[in-house]
């Protein structure tokens, strides 16, 4: 009896702190918002008219549309939300277009459990999770289309006495749709316009309803300083800018960004992030490098989200191209 009593109370303690772990409604998705890949990042995520292979799947999917390689990549984040690892394959076609898988994790950090005695009896894993299935082709020469597909996890798991409890999880789907268009055909100046996580709800505890995920709207540019071709050799600099419309989560902000490329291997990178209601404007800095098949990329930011060690918070993406 003592036994059975002891499992019915030590349930109900791990309900509660899952419960406590994971964020609720619309709050708990705003995980969706946080920025993946360090290309992006380095460049004060402006990345909807750009094409930075498998991270281009996060910020508009029409990006991989015109990829001409098969690519294996990893994102890497460290910020005071948690520890990210987006994983992607990108496998493109000459006539079927471009499909890619990828998976989003976020560990937000895991919580030991502990009995009447100060005894570690379990640990709770709270982590959010996207699956997504992406596809873009070209329509035309200058015109690309895209879409994700996506299923969005908030996922409390549970190992040691309380495995026996189950995983508590929050599920929803919702699509990104994008395209991009470039001015004439190898101009230096593309477009492009991004909706994400359009359409999926969570159930909200504290409403008792299913409120929407925090949907955005992007539209931006990209452009090729193609002057300096006159005055520097083996070196290109591309500027970006967008505006951003979180809506409720956030409502609009403008963003910069600026890639210098040097032989097509070596890019210096810095961008700039707007304020919003949610979070203060925020500068970045970044640097890629490519050597064969394997292209390395690191960016850190300057306001805004912190790390959660109070240092500045750290992006690393790594790729190989095949």
């Known amino acids: 009896m003592r036994r059975l009593l002891s499992s019915v109370a030590f349930i109900g303690i791990v309900a509660g702190v899952a419960q406590a772990q994971t964020p609720t ?49 990893i994102h890497h984040s460290k910020t005071v939300a948690g520890v990210g690892d987006a994983l992607s394959f990108v496998l493109p076609t000459h006539s079927l277009g471009t499909t890619a898988f990828s998976i989003n994790i976020l560990n937000i950090g895991e919580q030991q459990v502990t009995d009447e005695f100060g005894n570690v009896v379990g640990v709770i894993l709270p982590r959010d999770v996207v699956f997504a299935g992406s596809y873009a082709l070209a329509l035309t020469k200058r015109l690309l289309a895209g879409i994700n597909y996506k299923v969005i996890q908030l996922r409390v798991d549970c190992s040691g006495q309380c495995a026996s409890v189950g995983p508590e999880v929050e599920s929803s789907r919702a699509v990104d749709l994008g395209a991009q268009w ?15 996580n359009l359409g999926g709800r969570l159930n909200s505890r504290e409403t008792n309803q299913r409120d929407p995920l925090p949907t955005q709207v992007e539209v931006g540019a990209l452009y090729r300083l193609k002057f300096l071709d006159h ?63 394997f292209v390395f990329d690191i960016a850190r930011t300057f306001g805004g989200l912190p790390a959660d060690n109070g240092q500045t918070p750290v992006y690393v993406s790594l790729r190989y191209l095949f």
Request: aromatic content about 8%; proline content about 3%.
């Open 25 to 73: 409604g619309s709050e708990g998705s705003l995980f969706l918002l946080l920025p993946t890949g360090a290309q992006a990042v380095g460049m004060g995520q402006v990345m909807v008219a750009g094409k930075p292979g498998s991270e281009g799947i996060w910020w508009n999917p029409a990006s991989i549309g015109g990829q001409a390689q098969k690519e294996l990549a």
């Open 182 to 196: 470039d001015t004439e055909v190898g101009a230096p100046l593309t477009f492009g316009a991004a909706v994400r």
């Open 231 to 293: 005055y520097v050799k083996d070196t290109e600099l591309r500027a970006a800018a967008s505006y951003i419309n979180s809506r409720a989560f956030g409502g609009k902000s403008v963003r910069l960004g600026t890639d210098v490329m040097y032989q097509g291997k070596v890019h210096l990178r810095a961008g700039y992030v707007g304020h919003d209601r949610r979070g203060d404007a925020s500068a970045s800095l970044g640097f890629g490098l490519q050597s064969g098949a």
